[in-house]
């Protein structure tokens, strides 16, 4: 299982992005979807989840700014971005989980895109 993120760039305070991750090779079915974000010097942390049932999870540092949704039928997840601060910097990644073929396990992580926010 591979998967593909984009939409990462430079962006000023306050502006928008929306990164894009697509999961691609032997997947039955696909359980959560997750996108991380690690910065300079700091621990990779967790920044919003989308579960099978449609559950969805935020940090709270970007609650009501941050938008994760999912399309199973593309094995695609998105991260809607809005009213960036310079504290989103940092490279997100995505992760995915879910079951191959013969009830086999996979946990992917994407290859990370960078955001940078500044002016």
């Known amino acids: 299982v591979q998967l593909q993120a984009s939409g990462g760039g430079l962006v000023q305070p306050g502006g928008s992005l929306r990164l894009s991750c697509a999961a691609s090779?032997?997947?039955?079915?696909?359980?959560?979807m997750t996108w991380y974000r690690q910065a300079p010097g700091k621990q990779r942390e967790l920044v919003a989840t989308s579960a099978n049932d449609g559950a969805t999870n935020y940090a709270d540092s970007v609650k009501g700014r941050f938008t994760i949704s999912r399309d199973n039928t593309k094995k695609t997840v998105l991260l809607q971005m809005n009213n960036l601060k310079p504290e989103d910097t940092a490279v997100y990644y995505c992760?995915?989980?879910?079951?191959?073929?013969?009830?086999?396990?996979?946990?992917?992580w994407g290859q990370g895109t960078q955001v940078t926010v500044s002016s």
């Open positions: 992760n995915v989980d879910g079951w191959k073929p013969y009830l086999s396990r996979f946990n992917a």
């Open positions: 090779g032997s997947i039955l079915t696909i359980d959560t």
